[in-house]
């Protein structure tokens, strides 16, 4: 915002030199980004920048006060009109039919005027704001909203309808023309000044085509009122259209102003364009009031807060200078009362920052705060995914990171992008999804890796994924382990044969993640994915909590990728396996007494899994099973179809005792029989 010198003088005196001046203002916290001489018209101009929660610094007199309060001098109100003893304006009526929108309007009649030529000095001081002139009336109503902060608006009296002002919501599809000759069509949530008939301006953000002040208007009818913030900013986003009213308005503007606004205003039209008659000023509503109108402050909150001494006097000036009202209260306590333009001052807090700005920052010693060094220990959650880094890498894994954006390649529209985050304006054709799987990403890095001839790719990337579930407003955020094998297991050596990876060799690696995390009592379950082949999906799940899926991915999928052998895959939740896993584990003694091994091998149907077989063993165990180890799988020959054995290897030891041959044994015939009842098995023993 431009700020005119020459106007500033109106309400202070600038001792010499203004760039001083400047300076000070920066250091209050008013950022005073340039200062420009001008040589027509001959003036200095300050660019200031202007944060979202002082609008009352929107304006001449509202920068003047801050002047005043720097540098301690007086400040002069602006003049305004005292006529009070006028005639209302017959057959005029205001009425407001949307309360929230607009709380509090007025309106003025102006009959006659005789005079359209602007002063010199207005149309100077607008130039030196970056206004151009246009006439008379538009100019006083710019020239106010520049120097009190409070955006009017003039019509054309003879143009409107009915002689009615209403204040209400738009119809849904309603036309409107603007002053700058946009047609719009209006919504439902947009308040709308109008007439007996239409609409006449989009209130508080432009006016109409249809009621604009021309070089042939003689009667004017001068709005001046307190609209919404929130609903100005609502419609000037939805019609992407800002005005210096708009840009006030929904900031909040001075309540209080809206009458001040109104007098300077017709003190300005009284004195230059000689008006036939103005009439009363009609109101509608009532004025918003602070929600803190008092805020009780200690000095010694003051001395606390900034660290110096502030001496009560100092204090009252201080707030005083600022345009509050300081009373004592009690010892040591004052009583401020905020005015109408200060809604963001609700706390003592507030009045101690005012303070520490005016008092100067500079004048604050800077000193440390005695306190005792504190103990900053790594977050058990980087230490989880550290710890999976390692063992992973350690595995033979290389650690990969992949864009966060991907396209809808692959994945289901229903079932992995129905709730998956998409970009609306994105940067790069094509990648206006945040990933909601891994999968198509480490797909990618597969393929450049086949491509440029690599036969064993070995993957794995921890970050995070993104998703709106159902009943959220915004998107949530989950940390992902993402595993992906390709290729060889092992290549051919004079001592071991190559094989290619296997689904096994991924479920491996999930579970000695798991375990390194302390997890216990795993078990798995089917799951279904739209990238994952059915057969092959698996869910791991912690004391019944899905913690990790897998599976291999379909053919078909790898085929868009020209992979022609298979790709295993899986996700492991960092989220839940930190709330499963184990910070501190119990040391358990060795054991004293020896172990008896024995071997199982049963003849059972594909459908049952090996996993749930070693659960059932250990839990029929009685306590003196110590391991449960599946160390052969074989199908064909004299095994039927359908049909598999899987031979266990199972650790009997007591912690207490040394076990004979032929309890174990016992023992041992006993999980065989269950078992060959249980699930139809042949075994041998």
């Known amino acids: 915002m431009k700020i005119s010198t020459n106007w500033l003088r109106?309400?202070?005196?600038?001792?010499?030199?203004?760039?001083?001046?400047?300076?000070?203002?920066?250091?209050?916290?008013?950022?005073?980004?340039?200062?420009?001489?001008?040589?027509?018209?001959?003036?200095?101009?300050?660019?200031?920048?202007?944060?979202?929660?002082?609008?009352?610094?929107?304006?001449?007199?509202?920068?003047?006060?801050?002047?005043?309060?720097?540098?301690?001098?007086?400040?002069?109100?602006?003049?305004?009109?005292?006529?009070?003893?006028?005639?209302?304006?017959?057959?005029?009526?205001?009425?407001?039919?949307?309360?929230?929108?607009?709380?509090?309007?007025?309106?003025?009649?102006?009959?006659?005027?005789?005079?359209?030529?602007?002063?010199?000095?207005?149309?100077d001081r607008l130039l030196s704001c970056g206004i151009r002139s246009i006439n008379l009336m538009v100019d006083i109503t710019n020239y106010v909203l520049l120097e009190v902060g409070q955006p009017l608006h003039a019509f054309d009296a003879d143009l409107i309808r009915g002689q009615e002002i209403q204040l209400r919501?738009?119809?849904?599809?309603?036309?409107?023309?603007?002053?700058?000759?946009?047609?719009?069509?209006?919504?439902?949530?947009?308040?709308?000044?109008?007439?007996?008939?239409?609409?006449?301006?989009?209130?508080?953000?432009?006016?109409?085509?249809?009621?604009?002040?021309?070089e042939r208007t003689r009667n004017v009818f001068l709005e001046s009122a307190f609209f919404h913030p929130g609903r100005v900013r609502k419609t000037s986003r939805q019609h992407q259209i800002s005005s210096d009213s708009s840009y006030r308005f929904e900031r909040r503007v001075d309540p209080e102003a809206v009458d001040t606004g109104t007098r300077r205003a017709l003190w300005l039209?009284?004195?230059?364009?000689?008006?036939?008659?103005?009439?009363?000023?009609?109101?509608?509503?009532?004025?918003?009031?602070?929600?803190?109108?008092?805020?009780?402050?200690?000095?010694?909150?003051?001395k606390q807060t900034l660290g110096v001494e502030v001496r009560s006097s100092q204090i009252v000036s201080i707030l005083t200078r600022l345009g509050l009202d300081v009373?004592?209260?009690?010892?040591?306590?004052?009583?401020?009362?905020?005015?109408?333009?200060?809604?963001?001052?609700?706390?003592?807090?507030?009045?101690?920052?005012?303070?520490?700005?005016?008092?100067g920052y500079e004048n604050i010693p800077e000193t440390l705060p005695a306190r005792e060094p504190l103990t900053v220990c790594e977050s058990p959650r980087l230490i989880l995914e550290r710890q999976t880094r390692d063992l992973l890498s350690g595995a033979g894994l290389c650690e990969t990171v992949t864009f966060s954006l991907i396209s809808e390649e692959a994945l289901d529209p229903e079932k992995?992008?129905?709730?998956?985050?998409?970009?609306?304006?994105?940067?790069?054709?094509?990648?206006?999804?945040?990933?909601?799987?891994?999968?198509?990403?480490?797909?990618?890095?597969?393929?450049?890796?086949?491509?440029?001839g690599a036969d064993s790719i070995p993957l794995f990337e921890i970050a995070n994924i993104y998703a709106l579930p159902d009943g959220h407003k915004h998107p949530v955020e989950e940390r992902i382990c993402a595993i992906a094998l390709y290729g060889k297991k092992s290549k051919q050596t004079w001592l071991d044969a190559a094989r290619p990876v296997t689904f096994y060799d991924l479920k491996g690696a999930i579970e000695a993640v798991l375990h390194s995390a302390g997890c216990s009592e795993i078990c798995s379950a089917r799951v279904s994915k739209s990238y994952l082949t059915q057969a092959s999906s698996e869910e791991l799940r912690v004391w019944q909590t899905p913690v990790a899926f897998?599976?291999?991915?379909?053919?078909?999928?790898?085929?868009?990728?020209?992979?022609?052998?298979?790709?295993?895959?899986?996700?492991?939740s960092m989220e839940k396996l930190f709330a499963h896993a184990k910070r501190v584990r119990n040391f358990k003694e060795w054991p004293r007494y020896p172990a008896i091994e024995r071997d199982l091998s049963l003849v059972v149907k594909d459908s049952v899994k090996g996993g749930d077989l070693i659960s059932e063993i250990r839990g029929m165990?009685?306590?003196?099973?110590?391991?449960?180890?599946?160390?052969?799988?074989?199908?064909?020959?004299?095994?039927?179809?359908?049909?598999?054995?899987?031979?266990?290897?199972?650790?009997?030891?007591?912690?207490?005792?040394?076990?004979?041959?032929?309890?174990?044994?016992?023992?041992?015939?006993?999980?065989?029989?269950?078992?060959?009842?249980?699930?139809?098995?042949?075994?041998?023993?």
């Open 10 to 123: 109106d309400f202070v005196e600038l001792a010499p030199p203004v760039s001083r001046i400047a300076e000070r203002l920066t250091l209050a916290g008013l950022e005073v980004k340039k200062c420009e001489t001008l040589k027509t018209p001959v003036d200095t101009v300050f660019e200031i920048e202007i944060t979202s929660n002082r609008p009352d610094w929107l304006s001449h007199w509202g920068v003047a006060r801050e002047i005043a309060a720097v540098e301690n001098l007086s400040l002069k109100n602006p003049v305004v009109d005292q006529e009070k003893n006028r005639m209302p304006a017959k057959g005029w009526d205001v009425k407001i039919k949307d309360a929230e929108g607009c709380p509090y309007y007025t309106g003025v009649l102006i009959e006659g005027i005789t005079v359209q030529k602007t002063p010199d000095f207005i149309v």
């Open 169 to 214: 919501r738009a119809k849904p599809g309603e036309k409107f023309l603007t002053i700058s000759g946009a047609e719009l069509s209006l919504e439902a949530n947009d308040l709308v000044v109008a007439d007996a008939e239409r609409a006449m301006a989009l209130a508080g953000v432009m006016g109409g085509k249809d009621s604009e002040i021309s």
């Open 269 to 302: 039209i009284q004195k230059y364009g000689q008006p036939r008659s103005i009439s009363a000023v009609i109101k509608a509503g009532e004025k918003p009031q602070l929600e803190v109108k008092t805020v009780h402050l200690k000095s010694s909150d003051v």
């Open 327 to 359: 009373k004592p209260h009690s010892e040591g306590v004052f009583k401020v009362g905020i005015p109408s333009f200060r809604s963001d001052l609700t706390r003592a807090v507030d009045l101690v920052e005012e303070i520490a700005r005016i008092y």
């Open 416 to 452: 992995d992008l129905k709730r998956a985050v998409q970009i609306i304006n994105p940067l790069h054709h094509g990648l206006h999804w945040m990933r909601p799987t891994f999968v198509t990403s480490l797909l990618g890095v597969i393929q450049r890796n086949v491509n440029a």
């Open 550 to 572: 897998l599976g291999e991915v379909s053919p078909e999928i790898c085929k868009q990728w020209d992979l022609k052998e298979p790709v295993y895959y899986a996700e492991i």
């Open 621 to 685: 165990g009685q306590g003196l099973i110590r391991g449960v180890e599946l160390f052969d799988l074989f199908r064909g020959k004299r095994v039927p179809e359908g049909f598999k054995n899987l031979a266990f290897r199972i650790l009997y030891q007591s912690a207490e005792r040394t076990l004979v041959s032929d309890e174990v044994q016992k023992l041992h015939d006993q999980i065989a029989q269950t078992l060959a009842q249980k699930h139809q098995a042949s075994f041998q023993i």
